[in-house]
Every structure is written in structure tokens, then in C-alpha cells.
């Protein structure tokens, strides 16, 4: 770890009153003992950025190969950040991230996850802030209520959550149901962006696009 990295670290540490090894920190072991961890997201995120870019690569959800793409397109690079969610202590990390992305934009709103990558990441950040979550499916129901959007209503505020975005078709999609059903989209937000066209798509729609990385800051190792 060079001398910047160091001293972030036991800047948070201390913040956090937390002990100090000296060496290096460990982001998951800090958030588990942190009684606040937003707090320590809110004094570090910089650090723990960098920190989740680094494990998505050494977790390997990033795939080489030749493979097509929800919208189409063909990539020789597929992220499979469905699997992150086998890694409860990263999981936390990516959702305390998000959390904090979106607070510093929304007071309050319900969680919307993209179907189905943006289901799980959804109900985390909804865990964490304590907002409602919902989803919005591929299609219609074909039974019972034949709804497209589950668990918000007519009325409500919401920020719709994917977890990787190439063109954006798959928010906007998502932004069009919940105003078809009388939803407000206050905020589009993604785990991580490839930067094929997210930004504008969204905002085609009037709505604000944030993410928490791009695939080049992935690729390349988050810089603070």
C-alpha cells in the first residue's frame, strides 16, 4: 500500500474508532465492525471504491470470451455481477456504496430493481436505507393481477436500479412502466456502467443517471 493509500486508511480507521493494524485495511473487516458503517462510507468512499473495483476482478465477474449483450450488442467483455451476491461482505460494500450514491441525490423514494439483475442489488440498498423496494418485471403477469410493477404504487417516488447498463434500453424501459402506472421516477441509477449510450438514454426520458463505476475504472483500477 503506497504512503496516500496508508493514510486513508488510518483516517478511516480513526473516524471510525476502530483499531489500527498498521499495515493495511481490510474494508470488509471495517464495515463489520463499524456500529454505523454509512458513516464510514460517507469518510471513505474513495478507498472503498477502489476497494470493490479491485475484488470485482479478483472474484472474477469479469469474463473474457465472446458473448451478446442484453441490448444486442456483441462484447468481448460480459460482467457477471449476479455473482456477487455469493459474497455476502463485497455485497454489503456495493450496496453501502450505492446507498450513499443515491442519498446525495434523493431524500426518499422506493427502490426499483430492473429485472433481474437489478432485483437483488434493489432489495440491498433497500435493507440498508430502509426505503421500500420494488421491481419491474420482463413482461406483464399473465394471472392474477397481471401487473408489470410489483410492490410500489400509484403515487409513489422511485429510483430505478440495474446492476450493469450498456445502452440504458433496459432503464428506460423500466422509467416508461412505473409512468405508465403513476409512478414518479425521481433517479436512474447502475452498479456498474460499460458507457455505451446509459447517460443519454436515460436522460431522454427527462431522468438522472448516476453509477457507481464504469467498466473502464474496473478494467483499469479505480483511482482516487
Given at each position: 500500500m503506497d504512503l496516500d493509500r496508508y493514510m486513508l486508511a488510518h483516517t478511516v480507521a480513526s473516524i471510525a474508532d476502530l483499531p489500527w493494524t498498521g499495515s493495511k485495511l481490510d474494508a470488509e473487516a471495517l464495515l463489520e465492525a463499524s456500529p454505523d458503517p454509512l458513516a464510514i462510507i460517507n469518510f471513505g468512499q474513495c478507498y472503498l471504491?477502489?476497494?470493490?473495483a479491485r475484488k470485482i476482478n479478483e472474484l472474477e465477474l469479469v469474463k473474457r470470451?465472446?458473448?451478446i449483450l442484453a441490448s444486442g450488442k456483441r462484447s468481448d467483455i460480459y460482467i457477471d455481477m449476479r455473482k456477487l451476491w455469493a459474497f455476502p461482505k463485497i455485497a454489503r460494500i456495493a450496496s453501502l456504496l450505492m446507498a450513499a450514491l443515491i442519498k446525495e441525490k434523493v431524500k426518499y423514494a422506493?427502490?426499483?430493481?430492473?429485472?433481474?439483475g437489478g432485483i437483488p442489488l434493489a432489495a440491498?440498498?433497500?435493507v440498508t436505507l430502509g426505503w421500500p423496494m420494488g421491481y419491474v418485471r420482463p413482461k406483464r403477469k399473465e394471472h392474477g393481477q397481471m401487473k408489470l410493477v410489483e410492490?410500489?404504487?400509484e403515487g409513489m417516488k422511485a429510483v430505478v436500479l440495474d446492476d450493469v447498463t450498456t445502452t440504458g434500453k433496459s432503464l428506460a424501459q423500466s422509467i416508461d412502466a412505473l409512468r405508465e402506472s403513476g409512478i414518479e421516477v425521481v433517479l436512474a441509477a447502475s452498479l456498474l456502467d460499460r458507457e455505451e449510450g446509459s447517460t443519454l438514454e436515460?436522460?431522454?426520458r427527462g431522468v438522472e443517471f448516476v453509477r457507481l463505476l464504469t467498466l473502464n475504472e474496473v478494467l483499469r483500477g479505480f483511482q482516487c
Amino acid at each position: 500500500m503506497d504512503l496516500d493509500r496508508y493514510m486513508l486508511a488510518h483516517t478511516v480507521a480513526s473516524i471510525a474508532d476502530l483499531p489500527w493494524t498498521g499495515s493495511k485495511l481490510d474494508a470488509e473487516a471495517l464495515l463489520e465492525a463499524s456500529p454505523d458503517p454509512l458513516a464510514i462510507i460517507n469518510f471513505g468512499q474513495c478507498y472503498l471504491k477502489s476497494y470493490l473495483a479491485r475484488k470485482i476482478n479478483e472474484l472474477e465477474l469479469v469474463k473474457r470470451g465472446s458473448f451478446i449483450l442484453a441490448s444486442g450488442k456483441r462484447s468481448d467483455i460480459y460482467i457477471d455481477m449476479r455473482k456477487l451476491w455469493a459474497f455476502p461482505k463485497i455485497a454489503r460494500i456495493a450496496s453501502l456504496l450505492m446507498a450513499a450514491l443515491i442519498k446525495e441525490k434523493v431524500k426518499y423514494a422506493a427502490l426499483v430493481g430492473v429485472a433481474t439483475g437489478g432485483i437483488p442489488l434493489a432489495a440491498h440498498v433497500s435493507v440498508t436505507l430502509g426505503w421500500p423496494m420494488g421491481y419491474v418485471r420482463p413482461k406483464r403477469k399473465e394471472h392474477g393481477q397481471m401487473k408489470l410493477v410489483e410492490g410500489v404504487e400509484e403515487g409513489m417516488k422511485a429510483v430505478v436500479l440495474d446492476d450493469v447498463t450498456t445502452t440504458g434500453k433496459s432503464l428506460a424501459q423500466s422509467i416508461d412502466a412505473l409512468r405508465e402506472s403513476g409512478i414518479e421516477v425521481v433517479l436512474a441509477a447502475s452498479l456498474l456502467d460499460r458507457e455505451e449510450g446509459s447517460t443519454l438514454e436515460v436522460g431522454s426520458r427527462g431522468v438522472e443517471f448516476v453509477r457507481l463505476l464504469t467498466l473502464n475504472e474496473v478494467l483499469r483500477g479505480f483511482q482516487c
